[in-house]
């Protein structure tokens, strides 16, 4: 048992050697603001979509002959949906008194 100890001593000094000098962890390292300052603006979400390989292989072949993403596909198929749905989401916000 003395030899995990010791290992977990060393891994946890190694770790904190590689920090500058009361630098707090999360911070980063260095001058902090560097290169362009951040923009005001919505960021996208990652989100995870299961959706049938031959679908999805089609959906790849459609966006290489647009020179676009399937992000961008799917984002602007979106945000169609969304328009021709108002009423829904009007509905919505009235049942959920937002």
């Keep these: 048992m003395g ?3 010791e290992r977990e001593s ?5 770790g904190g050697s590689t920090r500058g000098k009361g ?15 951040k923009e005001e603006r919505e960021l996208k979400i990652r989100i995870s979509l299961s959706v049938f390989p031959s679908l999805y ?12 993403s399937i992000s ?4 602007e198929l979106l945000i169609q949906y969304r328009i021709d749905h108002k009423e829904e989401i009007i509905e919505y916000e009235r049942i959920k008194n937002v």
Excluded: C, F, M
């Design 72 to 75: 961008e596909l799917i984002g």
């Design 10 to 14: 060393q891994r946890i000094s190694a």
């Design 23 to 37: 630098q707090k962890v999360g911070q980063p390292i260095g001058r902090g603001r560097r290169g362009r300052p």
């Design 57 to 68: 292989g089609d959906i790849q072949k459609i966006a290489y002959v647009q020179r676009r």
């Design 3 to 5: 030899g995990l100890k």
